[in-house]
């Protein structure tokens, strides 16, 4: 890893830990809807997790780091069930994503730190 690389996984790893954690968030409040709303909100929120999905991706395609691919799959794996109904299922997955999303800005914090640029 060089500065460039440690800065870019910096850069998606906080980003998408902040996108997940707003996910969560939203997810949460699925329980509160009913009928036609339920239905409706769960496609919003199945955009911005596919959304989130891809930023993800993205980071994996700008820094090879496997846990951006990890958690795209467990980002997949909550979309499959929410749209079954299974919300806790769905938030655990998501953070189990946003575990895997967070240890490349742990790396690349590490790198920076030892190399003194930070």
């Known amino acids: 890893m060089n500065a460039k690389e440690a800065v870019a996984a910096y850069q998606f790893s906080e980003r998408s830990?902040?996108?997940?954690?707003?996910a969560s968030q939203i997810l949460a409040t699925l329980y509160d809807y009913k009928g036609a709303e339920r239905a409706a909100a769960k496609r919003v929120t199945t955009n911005f997790l596919e959304l989130?999905?891809?930023n993800l991706m993205l980071?994996?395609?700008?820094?090879?780091?496997?846990n951006f691919q990890q958690a795209a799959d467990r980002v997949s794996e909550a979309i499959s069930r929410l749209e079954v109904d299974e919300f806790a299922e769905a938030t655990q997955k998501l953070g189990?994503?946003?575990?895997?999303a967070t240890t490349p800005?742990?790396?690349?914090?590490?790198?920076l730190t030892e190399h003194e640029f930070l």
């Open 96 to 100: 189990d994503a946003v575990s895997l």
């Open 105 to 111: 800005a742990q790396e690349a914090w590490e790198f």
């Open 59 to 66: 980071g994996f395609s700008a820094t090879k780091n496997t």
């Open 52 to 54: 989130f999905r891809s």
């Open 17 to 22: 830990k902040s996108e997940l954690i707003a």
